[in-house]
C-alpha cells in the first residue's frame, strides 16, 4: 500500500489499487505547484498571470520596487526583496519551479544558486546560449557541479519560435508543465 501510495504521489494521481484481493481507491492530495518567476519584467508578466490560469501559485520576486509593483502585477504576489533572501523565507521543494529574467547576475544568480541547491523540479534561466555558457561558469566559480548546472533549462523554454512576450511565456510554461508530469520533448534546451 506504502508503495502503491508513493506511486501515485509521484504521479500526483489519485488511482485506484488492488490490494490483497480489495479495491482501494487512493487520494492524493498534493500542496499546490509554485512557481517563482525572478524578475518582474515584461514576459513574467504574461507568465504570472498563465500560471494563475493553470492552477499553479506564482510569486515574482525583484528587489528593484520600480518594476515589482501592484500596478503591474496585479493579483500576483510580489516579493520586494533580494532573491536569496527571499527564497530562503519562501522556501524550494519538490512542487517547486523557478525562473529567472532579469539577466542581472545580481539577482539571477543568486536565485539560480539556491534553486540548484534545492529539490526544485524546474530551474529555468532566460537568456542567450551566450548568456547561458557565462553564466553556468559564474555558478561553477561558487562551487555548483556540472551536474547541477545541467538542471537549468537555458535557453529557457520550448522552442516554439516566440517573439513577444506572451508567446516566450507559453513557451516557458510549457516547458514547466512538461517538467512536472514527465513528458518526453520537455527535457533542457541549452548548452
Known sequence: LLAAAREAAARD????????????????????????????VHI??????????????PTVVDPRRAFATEARFAGIPLVQEWPDEAL????????????????????????????????AFYVGSLGSRKTQAA??????????????????????GLPIGARSPGEIAVSILSQIVGALRGA???????A
Open 88 to 119: 530562503a523565507r519562501l522556501g524550494l521543494d519538490r512542487r517547486t519551479a523557478l525562473v529567472t529574467m532579469t539577466h542581472d547576475p545580481k539577482i539571477d544568480d543568486p536565485a539560480l544558486a539556491a534553486a540548484l541547491r534545492s529539490d
Open 44 to 57: 513574467a508578466q504574461s507568465l504570472a498571470r498563465m500560471v494563475q490560469l493553470a492552477g499553479y501559485e
Open 135 to 156: 553564466r553556468r561558469e559564474r555558478l561553477r566559480a561558487q562551487g555548483l557541479s556540472d551536474q547541477a548546472l545541467a538542471r537549468i533549462h537555458g535557453p529557457v
Open 184 to 190: 518526453p520533448g520537455a527535457e533542457r534546451n541549452g
Open 13 to 40: 494521481e489519485s488511482s485506484r489499487v488492488e490490494l490483497a484481493g480489495a479495491t482501494l481507491f487512493l487520494r492524493v492530495f498534493s500542496p499546490p505547484v509554485r512557481v517563482i518567476v525572478v524578475g518582474a
